[in-house]
């Protein structure tokens, strides 16, 4: 038994290429109206082919939340604090007094998130861009080092851009 143990060589695993194994899935879009998610999981801004919202997109936050005001003739004391009218275990669907109909249309609706602003490229003079103004796209956004690099032709002019979206702890998980 000691000789069939002897004659087979374990080799140790090769360690993984984590820089490949990212990098891989590197996002190379270029699509005038796409857009690409940056961010580090606590705020997100949408960039298209400009490097900005110029064609839509959003800008998001876990911190920024909106509430609509009360309805009329609703005040705050008239909301259950515990988000239901249920009272004891909740075993159920929340079923709502005749009535309340205003704060459960109010309760299902607040706080939402919201987008932010959108920041976008215009022409001189106020003139929106259109797609057709963007030539020659060439945008990845690197997984690995979190970088989005940007190049276009408007106008007889490259434009390029890179942009940075390190979360502090972004290689304690590497």
């Not at 038994?1 to 090769?14: H, R, V």
Request: aromatic share 12%.
């Amino acid at each position: 038994m000691g000789t069939f143990a002897q004659s087979i060589a374990i080799t140790p695993p090769k360690p993984i290429d984590r820089h490949a194994l990212v990098s891989r899935h590197n996002i190379s879009w270029n699509d005038v109206k796409g857009q690409i998610p940056l961010g580090n999981g606590e705020f997100c801004f949408n960039v298209d082919a400009t490097g900005l919202q110029t064609f839509g997109g959003n800008t998001m936050s876990h911190w920024g939340w909106h509430s609509f005001p009360f309805p009329e003739g609703v005040t705050s004391d008239q909301i259950p604090a515990t988000g239901t009218f249920q009272k004891g275990r909740n075993t159920g669907p929340d079923i709502f007094p005749i009535g309340t109909s205003a704060i459960r249309s109010w309760m299902f609706d607040n706080p939402h998130s919201f987008n932010l602003g959108r920041v976008r490229l215009m022409k001189s003079g106020g003139i929106e861009l259109s797609p057709d103004d963007v030539k020659d796209l060439s945008r990845t956004y690197d997984l690995w080092d979190w970088h989005a690099y940007l190049k276009i032709y408007h106008r007889r002019a490259t434009c390029s851009g890179n942009y940075l979206c390190k979360s502090k702890c972004r290689r304690d998980f590497c």
